[in-house]
């Protein structure tokens, strides 16, 4: 069973709109992360969190926002949804030590039409 | 230079043979290493972290050069069911940044 949640599975929104993607996690885990990924490609670090109120911009540059207010919850928002922002959404989660590996969700795959 | 760099092939494999893989990584301050296996429109799961010693876990074998700054993956006695794109990743100590490479994909044969 998952212990990494993320909603919704699929999403098809308009242009314009804004969206958040959900991502919840029952580990205690303290650090989370926010990846995007194309087909075919490589994961990307857009987002990150090592606790409560403490968020990070990752590697690549997103227009997306995200928030965490408590340890178990970090969702994504797009403020206003652009066809670029297709792509698949990959929420994880780790302890604070790094070799313990990182547990994904099942991603958000979000079409923007 | 990517931070992670892997042939994405496809390794085409036939059943009940070994194929083996390697990654090469640019930050020497690399310091966590580990093979997640990613199905076709799924998220990547943990297979198996890599220890500088070399560990085996089952029919698959990860070794780790860091003179060379690679990392390396072997299948024995492949399945249809390690069919999967097998992701390379590596942690740099200090600021706790995950890289994946693009991966490579292997396709067991029957």
């Known amino acids: 069973e998952a212990d990494i949640y993320q909603t919704p599975r699929y999403l098809v929104i308009g242009t314009g709109k804004k969206i958040t993607l959900e991502c919840s996690q029952t580990?205690?885990?303290?650090?989370m992360y926010w990846y995007q990924q194309d087909p075919g490609m490589e994961l990307h670090l857009i987002h990150y969190?090592?606790?409560?109120?403490?968020?990070e911009k990752g590697d690549l540059s997103s227009e997306s926002t995200v928030s965490r207010i408590r340890t178990e919850h970090f969702p994504l928002t797009l403020e206003s949804a652009r066809p670029s922002h297709t792509s698949q959404y990959l929420c994880?989660?780790?302890?604070?030590?790094?070799?313990?590996?990182?547990?994904f969700g099942s991603g958000t795959r979000l079409t923007v039409v | 230079r990517k931070e992670v760099e892997q042939d994405p092939g496809p390794f085409n494999v036939p059943e009940g043979a070994t194929v083996a893989f390697n990654c090469t990584y640019s930050?020497?301050?690399?310091?966590?290493f580990f093979w997640y296996r990613q199905d076709c429109r799924k998220e990547p799961k943990l297979l198996m972290s890599?220890?500088?010693s070399g560990n085996e876990d089952g029919r698959f074998t990860a070794q780790l050069n860091r003179a060379s700054q690679y990392i390396s993956l072997l299948i024995r006695d492949s399945k249809l069911s390690d069919s999967a794109t097998y992701l390379c990743?590596?942690?740099?100590?200090?600021?706790?940044?995950?890289?994946f490479g693009k991966g490579n994909q292997v396709v067991v044969i029957p």
């Open positions: 580990m205690g885990h303290d650090k």
């Open positions: 994880a989660s780790s302890e604070i030590q790094d070799n313990y590996g990182y547990t």
């Open positions: 969190s090592y606790g409560v109120n403490s968020t």
């Open positions: 930050n020497s301050a690399s310091q966590s």
């Open positions: 990743v590596v942690i740099r100590y200090g600021n706790n940044r995950l890289a």
């Open positions: 890599v220890y500088s």
